[in-house]
């Protein structure tokens, strides 16, 4: 299970490095994409890093259980 856990929350911490590289890298060039997709991506952002919060939470609430 914790095996598990440092899995889910190191690829949900990738993901979310992963979009927040591509949005700043959006917003540096500027033009069409930037226009397009740098505000969804940045909102895609938070919402990965909320997941990657609720997996590091559930994880330390499942530790001390245990």
Avoid: E, P, S
């Avoid at 979310?16 to 505000?39: E, I, P, Q, S």
């Avoid at 919402?47 to 990657?52: D, F, H, L, N, S």
Wanted: charged share 10%.
């Amino acid at each position: 299970m914790q095996t598990t856990m440092l899995v889910l929350i190191l690829i949900a911490m990738l993901i979310t490095l992963g979009v927040l590289f591509t949005g700043l890298l959006a917003m540096a060039r500027g033009g069409d994409f930037n226009a397009k997709w740098g505000n969804k991506l940045m909102r895609y952002r938070i919402v990965c890093q909320g997941i990657a919060l609720a997996l590091f939470a559930v994880a330390l609430l499942v530790g001390k259980g245990g």
